[in-house]
Nanobody, 117 residues
């Protein structure tokens, strides 16, 4: 499976963005597609994920209430809606696929989100 993330950009605090993760290749019922983010000098951290079969979702505490992960089976795409963005949300956002909700085995390239105050 190859993943292509897109949708990042430069926005002001309080704005929204929707990130997309398009998968080429088949996603199986056991797969979980997740979003992670990383800032310079920091480790990559979990943001949110979704099970491909059941659509069960998982969120980091800081993402609950502001971020929403969803999927479109027909488009083989997972989305991450980012609302009420804060400057501390500035990071490179990566999508990944695996079988664990909080980690990934295969990664796409990142898409940069920059939030100005």
């Amino acid at each position: 499976v190859q993943l292509q993330a897109s949708g990042g950009g430069l926005v002001q605090a309080g704005s929204s963005l929707r990130l997309s993760c398009a998968a080429s290749g088949r996603l199986y019922s056991s797969h979980v597609v997740g979003w992670f983010r990383q800032t310079s000098g920091q480790e990559r951290e979990f943001v949110a994920s979704i099970r491909w079969r059941s659509s069960r979702t998982y969120y980091a505490d800081y993402a609950k209430g502001r971020f929403t992960v969803s999927r479109d089976n027909a488009e083989n795409t997972v989305y991450l809606q980012l609302n009420n963005l804060k400057p501390e949300d500035t990071a490179a956002y990566y999508c990944g696929v695996g079988t664990d909700p909080y980690s990934a085995n295969y990664w796409g390239q990142g898409t940069l989100v920059t939030v100005s105050s």
